[in-house]
């Protein structure tokens, strides 16, 4: 019964997903694939929290959703002519990139059904936040520092680049 | 029951959705849009194997939340670029940005 209930969860997930994640990359309107992209991250953190990893389902909708998101949606405000349909939104590669990402797709899953994984019946005990805190300051604490580091020297080169002359 | 497979081929999805994006985009933002949604797609498989694989050490979830901040980076200077562009050319269409084509 439970199983049943995860699974149609996940299904329901993934159709929103894929759905979404087709708006994205086929809508005309910039802005309205923005939005789409939101609603397709959102339905991300749903199978983080499928896959019992509350802790970066958090992440993935403040930093996601809460951050980048509105990034991407304040440089389209800056930048693009909105509701202007007469700017083409893509190129001439429509049917090549068609046939190259259904060999991929096609490739990946026979890769996929043909290799038997080690799965460990067991599921993650408890809380994950607990175990991520404690590894982010024990085992590696080396890459986190390195990571903020790339982080603010990211930000300050942002700020370099587009600030005018 | 769903197993490993189903998210790893959700993953594959939406990969290859981001993968045409990114080819077919003429808009620069567009093509930052399909790049997230391949980060995302990479970040379901990492979660996908720390749940099913090693259950004991979450090693998938750190490497997603290290995925999450560079997806970050990448989109602070991307977007810098992308506002540079702008002022340049007075669009954001890549086909038109190809001043190092000869």
């Known amino acids: 019964m439970e199983n049943g209930i995860l699974a149609l969860v996940f299904y329901i997930f993934s159709g929103i997903i894929v759905g979404s994640g087709i708006m994205v990359v086929t809508l005309k309107n910039i802005f309205h694939s923005a939005l789409f992209l939101v609603l397709c991250l959102f339905s991300v953190a749903g199978i983080y929290i499928l896959l019992s990893a509350e802790f970066v389902a958090a992440v993935q909708v403040l930093i996601y959703v809460g951050a980048i998101t509105v990034l991407m949606i304040f440089a389209i405000m800056l930048t693009a002519q909105l509701y202007s349909t007469s700017v083409r939104q893509s190129n001439e590669q429509v049917i090549p990139g068609i046939i190259i990402v259904v060999t991929l797709l096609v490739v990946t899953l026979v890769a996929l059904s043909r290799t038997s994984w080690r799965v460990v019946s067991q599921g993650i005990e408890g809380q994950t936040t607990i175990s991520i805190g404690k590894a982010l300051l024990t085992t590696y604490v080396l890459p986190f520092e390195v990571v903020s580091l790339v982080l603010i020297a990211a930000l300050i080169g942002a700020i370099i680049i587009a600030r005018k002359e | ?102």
């Not at chain 2, 999805?13 to 808009?27: P, S």
Request: with cysteine; net charge positive; hydrophobic share 60%.
């Open chain 2, 1 to 102: 029951m769903i197993g490993l497979n189903h998210y790893l081929a959700l993953s594959a999805l939406l990969f290859c959705i981001g993968i045409f994006g990114v080819l077919t985009r003429r808009n620069a933002i567009g093509i930052l849009m399909s790049i997230e949604l391949l980060f995302n797609a990479v970040n379901i498989n990492f979660v996908a194997f720390a749940r099913f694989i090693n259950p004991q050490e979450i090693t998938g979830q750190i490497f997603t939340i290290f995925v999450i901040t560079v997806a970050a980076a990448e989109a602070a200077v991307g977007l810098a670029i992308i506002i540079l562009i702008y002022r340049q050319h007075k669009g954001v269409e890549v086909d038109r940005v190809n001043i190092m084509k000869w």
